[in-house]
C-alpha cells in the first residue's frame, strides 16, 4: 500500500504493490528512499550489459547457474561471505564444465533479503508478532522490536550489498526484486537508459508477477534482464501482459522465466505454457527453480525438501523442454556452502544444523550431487 513520491524516478503512483511492509513513520521512509537516490549505485550500467550480452549468446553449449540463500543475512562484514560465495560458485563451474563449454554464474546475493511470505503473522507460544520479511525490512528473532518494519535497515541493505558489489567478484549478482522504496530509489538512468543499480539481475516472485502488478510494471523501464517466476496458477492471459510490459520487443536476451511448478504438478502445467510461447513466437529463456514448488512441513512444523523431489523436477523439466523444442538453459538454486541439513536426502543423516532464515537450502555436498546428475 505505498504512494511512490518524491523517489528520482516517477512511476505511476497510487497502484497498490503486494507483499509490502507497512511503515509506521512514512516521513522516515521517504527521508530513507530519498537518501538512497542520492547514494552511488551498487550494479554496474556496463557490467548488466555483458549479461545481456551472453543471453543473447545461449546455446546447448551453456548453462546458467542462479542460486544462493532464500533469505540473505545483512552482515558487518559482507566480505567473508562474498569471497566463499565465489569459491562455491568456482566448484560448481569445475562440476559443469563436464557437460558445457560456458557457464553464466549469477548468486543471489547482494539484495536478496526482502522477502514474500504467505502469512502476515507468526504465532508462538500464544504470542503473535509480524512475520520475518527479510533483514531489509525487520529482524529475524522473534520479539516485537525486531518484526517492526524499519526503513533504516535499507541503508544497511545497501550498504551490505554495495561492499559485496565493489570486492568484483567472478558472478552476477541477483535478488528479487521485491520493496518498493528500496528498488525504486536504486532505479538509475544512463545513455537514455534506465536500469537498477540494486543489482545485475532482478526477478519478479511468483506471488508478485500477476497481471497489472506494481512489481512488473515498475521494471518495465529498465534494461537489465529480467526473471519472472512461473508457478502452476501462471495463465497465458499472464504470460502476455508479462511479455507485453518486459520485453515488448520480443529480444533474445531479456526475459528469463523461472519454471517452479513442483514436481507433482510440472508435467501437468508447463508443457501447455511452453507451447503457448512457442506458438506466440515468444522470445523466453527458461531455466527451473525445482525447489520452491516442492516445500513441505515436517512433524516438527519445520520447512523442508526433498533431494529426490528436486532431483525428479529437474529431470522432467528437462525432458518436457526438450519435447517441445525449447532450449533448457539452465537452473535456479537455493543453496549453500555451509554444512547444514534443511533438505531431506535419504540416507544422509540429518544432523548438521539448520541455519536458513527462510525456506531450506541444499548443501554443497547436495548442490554438487545434483549438477552431477544433468
Ligand atoms: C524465492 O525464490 O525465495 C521465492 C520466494 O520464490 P517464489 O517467488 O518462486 O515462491
Ligand atoms: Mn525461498
Not at 18 to 47: G, H, R, V
Not at 140 to 152: G, M, Q, S
Not at 291 to 316: A, Q
Request: hydrophobic residues 35%.
Amino acid at each position: 500500500m505505498m504512494p511512490v513520491k518524491n523517489w528520482n524516478v516517477d512511476f505511476e503512483s497510487n497502484i497498490n504493490a503486494k507483499q509490502q511492509p507497512i511503515y509506521e513513520n512514512i516521513d522516515l521512509l521517504n527521508e530513507i528512499a530519498k537518501k538512497l537516490a542520492s547514494f552511488q549505485p551498487i550494479a554496474s550500467f556496463d557490467k548488466i550489459l555483458t549479461l545481456r550480452q551472453k543471453l543473447a549468446n545461449l546455446n546447448e553449449d551453456s548453462f546458467i547457474i542462479q542460486g544462493g540463500d532464500c533469505a540473505e543475512p545483512i552482515l558487518n562484514d559482507p566480505t567473508t561471505y562474498g569471497r566463499k560465495t565465489e569459491e562455491f560458485f568456482n566448484e560448481i563451474t569445475e562440476i559443469l564444465k563436464a557437460k558445457y563449454k560456458k557457464t553464466i554464474k549469477i548468486a543471489r546475493i547482494a539484495g536478496q533479503f526482502a522477502k514474500p511470505r504467505s502469512q502476515k503473522y507468526e504465532t508462538i507460544n500464544g504470542t503473535t508478532f509480524e512475520v520475518y520479511k527479510g533483514d531489509l525490512i525487520n529482524g529475524f528473532e522473534f520479539n516485537k522490536e525486531d518484526r517492526k518494519p524499519d526503513p533504516l535497515r535499507m541503508i544497511k541493505g545497501y550498504e551490505h550489498a554495495k561492499k559485496i558489489y565493489d570486492l568484483n567478484l567472478d558472478f552476477y549478482t541477483s535478488h528479487e526484486g521485491l520493496l518498493i522504496p528500496y528498488e525504486a530509489s536504486l532505479i538509475r538512468q544512463k545513455d537514455n537508459h534506465y536500469y537498477s543499480s540494486s543489482g545485475d539481475f532482478i526477478w519478479i516472485g511468483n506471488k508478485t508477477r500477476f497481471i497489472n502488478s506494481y512489481h512488473i510494471k515498475l521494471f518495465s523501464k529498465v534494461i537489465n534482464p529480467i526473471g519472472i517466476k512461473i508457478g502452476p496458477s501462471t495463465t497465458k492471459e499472464e504470460i502476455d501482459f508479462i511479455v507485453n510490459k518486459l520485453n515488448p520487443n520480443n529480444e533474445n536476451n531479456k526475459l528469463i522465466f523461472i519454471s517452479r511448478m513442483g514436481v507433482k504438478n510440472i508435467h501437468k502445467k508447463l508443457p501447455s505454457l511452453l507451447k503457448y510461447t512457442q506458438k506466440m513466437n515468444y522470445n523466453i529463456i527458461w531455466i527451473c527453480d525445482p525447489l520452491h514448488g516442492n516445500t513441505y512441513k515436517d512433524e516438527n512444523d519445520i520447512k523442508r525438501r526433498s533431494f529426490n523431489d528436486i532431483i525428479s523436477e529437474v529431470k522432467l523439466f528437462f525432458n518436457i523442454c526438450s519435447d517441445n523444442n525449447i532450449l533448457p538453459s539452465g537452473l535456479h538454486l537455493e543453496m549453500t556452502y555451509e554444512n547444514v541439513s534443511e533438505c531431506v536426502k535419504q540416507n544422509e543423516p540429518n544432523e548438521e544444523p539448520y541455519l536458513s532464515l527462510c525456506d531450506p537450502r541444499l548443501n554443497k555436498h547436495q548442490t554438487l550431487e545434483l549438477l552431477k546428475s544433468l
